[in-house]
């Protein structure tokens, strides 16, 4: 006989025996009736998971199988059949919902590996994830730091982004990050004998080239440009009129309006009209502190033309020494102007609070330039941001000559003749002063002089007459030279020799920090040519570099040398 306990053992045995083959049939029932249905649900094929592996993991049952089915069931399958009824029994047990689950489990391995959309469709998901949840500071600290050609690209991207890269605090993140780099933008393209209103876009830390699209300058020419707080304000300028049939007639008209050319935004804008028509006006921008003196204390002065002068730092007044005229002047103009005063501050306070805290305040200045029927202007005007209106200023001094060049620097709008005379308004107390300097700086008749502020340092760029390097029988040649004045004692000093021939008798220089920019265009042998150097007057070198050389004149025509004019922004 045999023992109870052996007897007991064999029993147990026939009964898991008999448990597998039950379990191998239902494993193939229910896998041809799976056949035989649909396909899930997008949301669980997303997700992967069987409602029956949900309530069995929820119960604390023993299904393994994860929320993204990352466990692969055909590597826990044995060779052998006794393990394979264990690996069963221990990973779903023996009931039905648990063979429902292992056949489900087989079948969906088998469905992943064959079908590149549902691959697809994980790839996304798992992308889709990775932004949902990345916060909205941490996404403006990466996007700031991008360069502008990458920001304008991430910008496609969606809304959101858009929306956090265009505003006033990603800017104000971006200024103060010095994430910004030079950037410089050329206006007055000409093709075919029109203006083509194309903005040329150069990135000096990359190298590379851009062209804007631009229909509101198109056909307009003979304007001047200006940059500050990364944005370009075109002043001025003229335009060629059409007859009724649309053909270009030969009358021309004088524009008095101002646009603005935001390149962060790609967006422009509109905003008050000078008082008169000008092109080419002598234009300067400065930024000003909120208590500066409102624009009626400027148009009071406005008729004021004494003979200032300084000599070696020495200010004196001729005419009326004691200024008695202008003391009866303000008083009868006193209680006028106390109305108009208290306009304007109430203005100023509620444009300065719907603009924000952050908003900075700043004047622009024009004067000179030619008028409507081409006659040299000597009057100026000011306009000011908090205001949004323009007033008239002193006119230039007598006998002052022809306007040609001018710039702000340390709160001076500092004006250069062609009579080679120099003068400076003040902007704060609204009036001219001659200054006299010496030794004036010889220069070629033909080129006018510029004059650029760098680094609260004022500059001028003229071209003279070099004789041979003092060599005997060796030939003069004209070479451009960088001067800078001397505020205290009002001296010229050579500073240093722009390497290149001066053959653009209408060269432009930019300048904005510790550079200074110099873009020369000529046409020479039938084809435009075009060069750009940059000097760094913080450095103890006295050389010019190249950072461009012909990159996009050959598409343009010779009036384009004459025409164009530049402007630098830090973006």
């Not at 049939?25 to 997008?42: C, P």
């Not at 590597?75 to 006794?82: L, T």
């Not at 007639?249 to 008095?256: A, D, E, F, L, Y």
């Not at 021939?501 to 930019?510: E, K, L, Q, R, Y």
Request: aromatic letters at 10%; hydrophobic letters at 35%; a positive charge.
């Amino acid at each position: 006989m045999m023992s109870p306990e052996r007897s007991s053992a064999e029993e147990s045995i026939w009964q898991d025996l008999e448990v597998l083959a039950v379990s191998k049939r239902l494993a193939r029932s229910v896998s041809q009736k799976l056949k035989k249905k649909n396909v899930k649900s997008d949301e669980e094929d997303a997700k992967g998971v069987s409602l029956n592996c949900l309530n069995l993991y929820g119960r604390g049952g023993g299904c393994k199988v994860g929320a993204e089915m990352g466990e692969d069931f055909g590597d826990r399958r044995r060779s052998s059949a006794s393990e394979e009824g264990k690996g069963l029994k221990t990973i779903c047990g023996i009931d039905e919902t648990t063979v429902e689950c292992f056949s489900y489990g087989v079948r969906e391995r088998f469905w992943k590996k064959n079908n590149r959309k549902y691959l697809e469709l994980e790839e996304s998901v798992r992308n889709s994830r990775m932004h949902i949840f990345l916060p909205d500071d941490i996404l403006e600290m990466c996007l700031v730091r991008l360069p502008l050609a990458s920001l304008m690209t991430a910008r496609l991207v969606c809304k959101k982004w858009k929306h956090l890269t265009t505003t006033q605090r990603f800017l104000q993140m971006r200024r103060e990050g010095l994430y910004q780099n030079p950037w410089l933008f050329l206006f007055g393209a000409v093709k075919d004998g029109c203006s083509s209103g194309e903005i040329h876009a150069y990135d000096v830390s990359q190298d590379h080239w851009s062209r804007i699209e631009s229909d509101v300058l198109k056909g307009r020419f003979m304007f001047s440009v200006m940059s500050i707080h990364e944005e370009v304000y075109i002043v001025g300028g003229r335009s060629t009129l059409t007859n009724n049939y649309g053909r270009m007639g030969s009358s021309v008209k004088t524009h008095k309006g101002i646009l603005v050319f935001s390149p962060l935004a790609r967006s422009w804008r509109k905003i008050a009209s000078m008082r008169h028509a000008r092109s080419m006006p002598i234009v300067g921008v400065s930024e000003v502190s909120s208590d500066f003196p409102t624009l009626p204390s400027h148009q009071n002065r406005q008729e004021r033309r004494f003979h200032r002068s300084r000599i070696g730092g020495v200010s004196d007044v001729y005419e009326d020494p004691h200024r008695l005229s202008v003391r009866r002047q303000l008083r009868f103009s006193a209680d006028e102007s106390e109305a108009s005063y208290l306009t304007v501050k109430k203005h100023q306070r509620l444009t300065r609070q719907m603009n924000g805290i952050n908003s900075k305040r700043f004047v622009l200045i024009a004067i000179g330039g030619i008028g409507s029927v081409d006659e040299p202007l000597d009057s100026g005007e000011i306009y000011d941001s908090a205001t949004n209106a323009w007033a008239e200023i002193q006119r230039l001094p007598l006998d002052f000559g022809v306007v040609c060049s001018g710039v702000i620097c340390n709160g001076i709008f500092y004006a250069y003749s062609e009579n080679d005379k120099l003068a400076g308004y003040d902007i704060e107390r609204g009036f001219w002063i001659g200054i006299q300097t010496s030794p004036i700086p010889p220069r070629v008749h033909d080129f006018y002089p510029k004059l650029v502020c760098c680094k609260h340092r004022l500059f001028m760029l003229s071209v003279s007459w070099c004789e041979g390097d003092g060599q005997i029988g060796r030939r003069n040649k004209a070479v451009r030279k960088l001067w800078e004045l001397d505020l205290m004692y009002l001296t010229w000093t050579e500073v240093s020799v722009h390497p290149d021939a001066p053959m653009d008798w209408n060269a432009t220089f930019v300048a904005d920090r510790n550079l200074l920019f110099g873009v020369e265009m000529f046409k020479i042998f039938g084809q435009v040519l075009d060069f750009f150097t940059v000097f760094d007057v913080a450095k103890d070198e006295t050389t010019w570099r190249h950072v461009s050389r012909n990159q996009m004149t050959h598409e343009l025509d010779a009036s384009s040398c004459i025409n164009k004019t530049v402007a630098l922004l830090h973006l």
